[in-house]
């Protein structure tokens, strides 16, 4: 579990904002490692050392294993409590539901005596408002990421409607900002609205933002950075794809490894431009 | 799995709209249930039982499962298998996401071969628009329950934000009737809101409504059908903690379908009056 200051300083040490997203799909992995037990975890380990020092946040997303029931819910969490203990470590599970509902869903992802799992931070959708935010809060020093703007096609559906003055993104960031600080509230922002960064930072300047959609998906980092970036980073970049299946050979772990140290290498300069480092 | 036609022979059939919402809580669950070895699907199993010629749909609350992680699951999974084939199941995940993790999630709750679940219906959240949406539909004759209007106070907080001349919730319908017709998708409508039922039938004439809220939560049953109701009912009213945990002593079964049954008569009367039967 990483704390504000904590996940500062790690970001200053590694000069790295990299979370590295497992969307561990097992129609992409490597061969050879289906002869393992669990090809997933065994995957996941050998990313997760392969990348430890260059990231500061792993991301696995729960749907990528939900799809395969047991087997699945095995492999996350046993990728879970492999995950450091130095990095944020973020179940992307985008959940959203009322109060008695949300309270569950704290317990399946962070109370580790219940569900096997104590990951630090939860996606979280805001369409049902407080109640889908408020139960993961009661629980001291893990985080909620709250989907503000998103990188997919259907963002533009309703996450730009006018509502009032503001696009419902904004009302989103806006009315989430009184629930809790910068200290517990992260937001994603789609990295291929690079541009909406300023306007984002006009109401949350101190918030870290989750970022994905730079690589595959076509989002520029220098961008992201020139738009987005505070004096604190404020930023964790994610990659996901573009990392993990940079081979699908035995090499993947390099191959994924070298892909990382090559944004990494990216970030510290994006870092020392913005005066972090 | 039931067609829209196969739903609304079944409810004619029963005189029922019923939804039995299976939010099994193992701290409150009978104790003499803690010897069985699996005491959430041991208590499944006897509710259903006990309501399945007086309801139309069952509705486990994926959370709650979740929350106790493998044997969790494993408890779903037996329950899925268990549901009966004449009732539409529905599994309330409320999941939300881009398009290539929504198709997880459909593999998920839909493929059986895949994770050892073959729901007929999954509750989606709109906030990531047509992405969270699509791929479900791509299983033939399932469902999708997109939240409209929920019945939770943080509903508040943005599905009443006014974009346009619409509340976003009626701004969700709207765009959601443009992906499929209302032989695929339905809406989660919050019974303590009746009278905003009038106003939800201009823009969802024909879509069935799933309605949570009755009992528990406060909504009149009578209002619901009295503003909601269409010449093919059009509303699947869920019950969950009144129905499930009408009693927690050995008799629970037995009080559960006495409720069950109360709601039932209560829902003839009203598919009566409305003239559907």
């Given at each position: 579990?990483?704390s504000?200051?904590?996940l500062?300083?790690e970001i200053k040490?590694?000069?790295?904002?990299?979370?590295v997203?497992l969307?561990?799909?097992i129609?992409k992995?490597p061969e050879f490692?289906?002869a393992?037990?669990?090809?997933?975890f065994?995957?996941n380990k050998?990313?997760?050392?392969a990348?430890a020092?260059l990231?500061?946040?792993?991301k696995p997303n729960s749907?990528?294993?939900e799809?395969y029931?047991i087997?699945?819910l095995?492999?996350?969490i046993d990728t879970?409590?492999?995950l450091?203990?130095?990095t944020?470590?973020?179940?992307d599970?985008k959940r959203?539901?009322i109060g008695?509902?949300?309270?569950k869903?704290?317990?399946?992802?962070?109370?580790?005596?219940?569900?096997?799992?104590?990951?630090?931070a939860?996606t979280?959708t805001?369409?049902?408002?407080?109640d889908?935010v408020k139960p993961?809060l009661?629980?001291?020093?893990?985080w909620?990421?709250?989907?503000?703007?998103t990188?997919?096609?259907?963002s533009?559906d309703f996450?730009?409607?006018?509502?009032g003055?503001?696009?419902?993104?904004?009302a989103?960031?806006k009315?989430?900002?009184t629930?809790?600080g910068a200290d517990?509230?992260m937001?994603?922002?789609g990295?291929?609205?690079?541009?909406?960064f300023t306007?984002?930072?006009?109401?949350?300047?101190?918030?870290?933002?989750?970022?994905?959609?730079?690589?595959?998906?076509g989002?520029s980092?220098e961008?992201?950075?020139?738009?987005?970036?505070?004096?604190d980073?404020g930023?964790?970049?994610?990659a996901?794809r573009?990392i993990i299946?940079a081979?699908n050979g035995e090499d993947?772990?390099?191959?994924?490894r070298a892909?990382?140290?090559?944004?990494q290498?990216?970030?510290?300069?994006e870092?020392e431009k913005?005066?972090?480092?």
């Open positions: 579990m990483l504000r200051e904590q500062i300083a040490k590694k000069k790295s904002f990299l979370c997203g969307d561990t799909d129609d992995i490692l289906k393992y037990p669990d090809p997933i065994e995957f050998r990313i997760i050392d990348t020092d990231c500061v946040a792993y749907a990528f294993y799809a029931g087997k699945g095995q492999a996350l879970c409590k492999y450091p203990k130095d944020l470590n973020i179940i599970a959203g539901d008695n509902t949300s309270d869903y704290a317990r399946a992802f962070f109370d580790e005596a219940e569900s096997g799992m104590g990951f630090d939860i979280v805001p369409y049902m408002g407080n889908s993961y009661a629980y001291d020093g893990k909620v990421i709250i989907l503000a703007l990188s997919s096609v259907g533009k996450q730009y409607l006018q509502t003055d503001d696009f419902l993104y904004e989103v960031i009315k989430a900002n629930w809790a517990r509230i937001y994603v922002v990295a291929t609205k690079s541009t909406e306007n984002i930072r006009q109401y949350a300047p101190d918030n870290f933002l989750l970022v994905p959609g730079v690589g595959a998906q989002g980092l961008d992201v950075c020139k738009y987005g970036m505070t004096k980073c930023l964790l970049v994610n996901s573009s299946y081979s993947f772990a390099d191959a994924a892909e990382a140290l090559s944004l290498r990216q970030m510290a300069e870092l913005a005066g972090v480092i």
